[in-house]
Structures are given as structure tokens and as C-alpha cells.
């Protein structure tokens, strides 16, 4: 047996203690809060929510919108019955409403403040604290250079201390060197950026939670209260109350639309269009003028009026049975192409007697033959030659049910609804149709031009485009201007010289900077400060500092 063998035989076996043995203690729930915040508050986090929001947009830019466009809606659901409920329970027709995405949208504001604020903290004390000393090797920094000079130390470290000053370098003294630093407004800019993003994302979220957007159809003629009643569509932001509609109104006075009337393909492309209306501010505020234009809304009672489109309203006279008038009034037609505007429509005559009416119609502004299709067709936008085709229907609408009905669709046809024999017709303004069957008439007065306008009231927009702007710059800001360091030591040495080094650290691709301040500090050209503005680069925005 060796000597090590017969030293481990001798030596004591560790008894194991009495009693069950410690298990290793976790993180505990504070722990795995710690850790969770850490994940959450992650930059990484950050890009992946907002990816995530950004993913989670598209079907809301893609499907229809119930607060956009409910009859759409119900369109898709019916046309795609097995596909349709599960992206309905999914929230997918009312994306920005629905609670995944605000879930999503939280999480990436409180990602983004976790993250940031503890940045802009940390560089608010980087800013107020000194430089930090030369390192021991200022021969292994990216950038470095050392040379001998016959001048004192001193002298030396205060030429440096004089350049760097006049290259707004933030200077602080050391023992034997000189420590210089600059290049915070990259770093500004970066946090400036992250926290303009924060105010977009409050300002967004404001105007959809207080703010409001409505429809409406505006005929030549007709007028428009800001209230309830007289939206078309209204769909208000959460804390939204309608008590809090402004008092405006607005009339619509008269609409132009100017079209391309050489022939040619560009024949019928519009142009211009010009609505002129009249508003007032309140109930008692004077009637103001205004020429509402696509692009160019009209700015009242904090809300934005857009022009989103035109149309044909045709003017009509019903009279029923015992030859009383049942209806009279314009009716806005839907275009069914938008190049020459054929349009289509429905005129309901709820009050007629002794049956009620309805006509489907067609309307054509500029009508021609096309003897080729032996059809009608429109041949320019215009109103040149206004023609409109009817079909005739008596019976139940069925307004009475309390099913809300579409203005642009006759419900029942072939149930309540039944088609009148021989009561189909071509009417040019001015003509009138006797219903066969003594079941009234019906008279096509001319055509009037509505449009439809978009009313947005949003609080959120100033500040967003504000966020937007700031954004903007501080991103410009990051990417341009580096983070530098510079340090200087000056020690003596052999024969009464001054042995001197430097030493330079850039955040990215070094830059010139570095060289200049050598060449400067041996005096090969002349130092910063003094003519400093002469030379090529000079006051770059690369050496700019707050």
C-alpha cells in the first residue's frame, strides 16, 4: 500500500448531520415578480409587443369594421358561415375595441415606460457625473498615439485641456492626465425618441377614448346639426359622452365637380371638387363661408369635417292611389361604377294608399345607347343627359316590424313585396309614370348632388403629431451624433522630455476627431478654438453636444 492510499484509509469518512437535509430555497414570489418585470421591461420585449400590435392591425385594415361599416360586416358573416363566427368570437371585426389588443397595447406602453424612464434616470446622472479617469494602457484603446515633446507636463495637459474645451469636450483632471468626454445628444436623442413614442401611444389612446367619428350624407339643399339625429353612422370613444357634442351646423349650399372633357383615357377623371357650405359655430354664432375640398377639411367646434365622396341624389314626386302626395324629396343613389357614375337606389313610400310603394331604380347622369350590349350606359360623370330607369313594387315594407331596415335595399321582395306588372320605366326630368293598376304615379323632378362627409373629432391629435415630430428629431439625433471619450496623460521622461499619450474611444466607426486633437497637440496645425471654424468638418453636426 502507498503512502497516499494509507493517509486516505487513516483519514476520518465526514459523517453526514442528523436530521433532513435543507432544500435549496427559490426565488420565492418576489423573485419571480423581479424576473418577470426584468422580461417585461426588456427592450427585446418591447420590439416583440410592438410587432405584435403592428400584426395585430392588419385584419383590422383588411376586414371590415363593425364601427365603420356594420352592413359589411353582416355581408361577410352571412357570405362565409363557417369561418365567419370563429372570427367574430376572435373580436376580428372589432379589432381596436376587442380586449387582446388592448391587452397588447398596455403591455407595450408599460414595456416601454419600465424601460426607458430607469434609461433617462441613468443618463441624467451619467450627464452630471465627471468623466472617468485615464485608463492604466491607453495604448490598447481603438484609437491611440504617444509622442515626445520638449515642453513641461503641465503645459501639455493644459493645451489639451484648452482644445478639448474648444471642441465642447466635458473635461475633468486627473493625476498626471486629462479625461474628456461628449456626445450625450446621441444618447438624448435615443431616449427622446422612446419617450416621444410613449406620448404617441397616451395620445392615440386618448382620442379613441375620448374622442368620436360619424358619417353623414349632405345634400345640395339640406342642412346638418351636430347631434345624435342626424348622423348616418356615430361611433364614439369609450369616456365619450354625446352631451358633449359641439353646437355646430353646417348647410350645404352648392357642390361642383369639374371633370376631364377631352377625349382621350382620361376622359371623365375628375379633377376638382368644391363643396359650399355654411357653418356656425354655436346657435347664435354669424354664418361663415367655406369652400370644403378633399384634403383640405373644415376645422370646427374641436372636430375635423372631411370630404369622403359624391353622388347623384335624383329629386321625385310620389303620389298613391287616391292621388295624394306620399313622398317628395331627393334620394342619394349609390354609384355602382365610379368612373361615368351609374348609380343605383331605392325609393321607399311608406305613407302611400292603398298599398305602399317601392321602386328600384337606376340612375345613368350622361345616358347613352350601347346598341353592341343593347343596354344604357353612362358615358360621362356629368349630369349631361340625366336618365333614370324604374322598377315598381306595392305591398308591406315592413317598417312596422321594428327589424331596422337598409335605405339602400328593398326587404320582402317576393314575400310582402310583389313586383307591379307593367311597372318598369324609363323616365328622362320632368316625365311622370303612371303606375298601372291606378296605383299612383310617379314624377322625376331632376337630380341634385350630395356628398359625404367624415366628422372626426380626435383630442389626441395635436399631441400625436407633436410626439410625432419629436420622434422624428430624436431619432435624427441618435443616429448622428457618437458617444466619444479622450484622455490625455503626460508623464515625464528621459532627458528632461515629456512623454505623452493618448488615448480615444468612440461608440460606432472611429471618426477624425481623434487625429486632429493629436496633430493639435503637436502643434503640427494650429489648436482648436482659435480658428477652428476655418477648417473643413468644424462645427459638423457630428461634434455637436448639448
Not at 177 to 183: D, I, L, Q, R
Not at 347 to 355: N, S
Not at 365 to 388: C, E, H, K, M
Amino acid at each position: 500500500m502507498t503512502q497516499a492510499q494509507q493517509e486516505g484509509a487513516e483519514a476520518p469518512v465526514a459523517q453526514a448531520p442528523d436530521g433532513p437535509q435543507p432544500r435549496p430555497r427559490g426565488m420565492g414570489p418576489l423573485g419571480w415578480l423581479r424576473w418577470g418585470w426584468r422580461q417585461l421591461t426588456s427592450m427585446r420585449t418591447a420590439l416583440i409587443l410592438l410587432f405584435l400590435v403592428a400584426l395585430g392591425s392588419v385584419p383590422g385594415s383588411i376586414l371590415p369594421q363593425r364601427g365603420q361599416a356594420p352592413e359589411e360586416v353582416a355581408e361577410y358573416l352571412a357570405e362565409h358561415r363557417t369561418v365567419g363566427p370563429w372570427m367574430d368570437r376572435l373580436s376580428l371585426f372589432d379589432v381596436f375595441a376587442a380586449p387582446w389588443f388592448a391587452a397588447v397595447y398596455i403591455l407595450l406602453f408599460v414595456s416601454l415606460a419600465g424601460c426607458v424612464i430607469p434609461r433617462s434616470r441613468q443618463h441624467w446622472r451619467a450627464m452630471r457625473s465627471a468623466p472617468p479617469p485615464a485608463p492604466r494602457h491607453l495604448s490598447r484603446l481603438p484609437q491611440s498615439a504617444s509622442f515626445e515633446t520638449e515642453r513641461d507636463a503641465e503645459e501639455v495637459l493644459a493645451e489639451a485641456r484648452r482644445l478639448l474645451r474648444g471642441r465642447r469636450f466635458r473635461v475633468a483632471d486627473g493625476t498626471g492626465s486629462v479625461a474628456a468626454e461628449k456626445g450625450y445628444l446621441g444618447e438624448i436623442g435615443n431616449l427622446t425618441f422612446h419617450l416621444a413614442l410613449l406620448v404617441l401611444l397616451f395620445a392615440v389612446a386618448a382620442g379613441a377614448l375620448f374622442g368620436y367619428r360619424g358619417n353623414i350624407v349632405l345634400t345640395e339643399g339640406g342642412g346638418f346639426a351636430n347631434s345624435l339625429a342626424y348622423y348616418d353612422q356615430f361611433t364614439p370613444g369609450r369616456q365619450f359622452s354625446p352631451d358633449r357634442l359641439a353646437p355646430f351646423s353646417m348647410r350645404l349650399e352648392d357642390f361642383r365637380a369639374q371633370f376631364v372633357t377631352e377625349p382621350g383615357p382620361q376622359q371623365g377623371q375628375a379633377l376638382d371638387f368644391t363643396a359650399k357650405v355654411f357653418y356656425r359655430e354655436g346657435p347664435d354664432s354669424p354664418e361663415k363661408p367655406y369652400d370644403l375640398k378633399v384634403n383640405h377639411p373644415l376645422g370646427v367646434g374641436g372636430a375635423k369635417v372631411y370630404v369622403l365622396g359624391h353622388g347623384y341624389a335624383p329629386r321625385f314626386t310620389v303620389r298613391d292611389g287616391q292621388g295624394d302626395v306620399a313622398f317628395r324629396g331627393a334620394v342619394p343613389f349609390l354609384p355602382i361604377e365610379q368612373r361615368n357614375f351609374t348609380s343605383e337606389g331605392v325609393i321607399k313610400v311608406p305613407d302611400a294608399r292603398p298599398e305602399q310603394l317601392a321602386f328600384q331604380a337606376v340612375f345613368w347622369p350622361t345616358a347613352v345607347a350601347d346598341t353592341r350590349n343593347q343596354q344604357i350606359v353612362s358615358r360621362f360623370p356629368a349630369p349631361l343627359n340625366p336618365t333614370i330607369s324604374l322598377m315598381t313594387f306595392k305591398g308591406d315594407l315592413g317598417l312596422d316590424s321594428g327589424t331596422p331596415q337598409s335605405v339602400y335595399r328593398i326587404e320582402g321582395i317576393g314575400k310582402t313585396l310583389q313586383p307591379v306588372r307593367g311597372g318598369s320605366k324609363i323616365l328622362k326630368p320632368g316625365e311622370t309614370f303612371q303606375i298601372p293598376g291606378g296605383a299612383g304615379s310617379i314624377t322625376f323632378d331632376g337630380t341634385q348632388e350630395y356628398i359625404s362627409l367624415a366628422i372626426n373629432h380626435d383630442p389626441g391629435r395635436g399631441p400625436a403629431l407633436a410626439a410625432a415630430v419629436v420622434a422624428i428629431a430624436g431619432i435624427v439625433a441618435s443616429f448622428m451624433v457618437r458617444r466619444r471619450r479622450v484622455w490625455v496623460r503626460a508623464t515625464p521622461g528621459e532627458g528632461g522630455r515629456t512623454v505623452v499619450e493618448i488615448g480615444g474611444l468612440t461608440l460606432g466607426n472611429p471618426t477624425a476627431e481623434f487625429d486632429d486633437l493629436v496633430a493639435a497637440l503637436r502643434r503640427d496645425v494650429p489648436p482648436a478654438g482659435d480658428d477652428a471654424a476655418d477648417r473643413p468638418g468644424a462645427g459638423s453636426a457630428d461634434e455637436t453636444e448639448e
